[in-house]
């Protein structure tokens, strides 16, 4: 990390650079916090900061604020198969019915499918 000493105190360049534009966020109008932020979001990240991220251990990444790939949950990786079998349109019910797992009924159509 770049500081900067000054006599016997080291001070960090990025978190006071922060702290210092900060305000200067907070006054610019949306559309151009819209514009930086896709800016930063396109172009930057995946540019500069993404590779030296990926190199951290994944307990860092977190710290860092990179979200872990989410994991496939049983109902994703059972809907294509119990469609497939029953010839009919994958609900979150249906595929849970086929995995004889308990699942929490949101609405009536779901109910009657689940009693099917």
Known sequence: ???ICIGPVCVPVV?????LLRPIWNVLPEKMRADLAKFWNTKVRPTFVDPWLNKLPPWAQRLCGKRAKKKETMVEKAAPAASARAGEPTTSV???KDLKKAHAVQSEEEL???KK
């Open 94 to 96: 249906a595929s849970l």
């Open 1 to 3: 990390m770049v500081v």
């Open 112 to 114: 009657e499918t689940v």
């Open 15 to 19: 978190p006071l650079l922060i702290i």
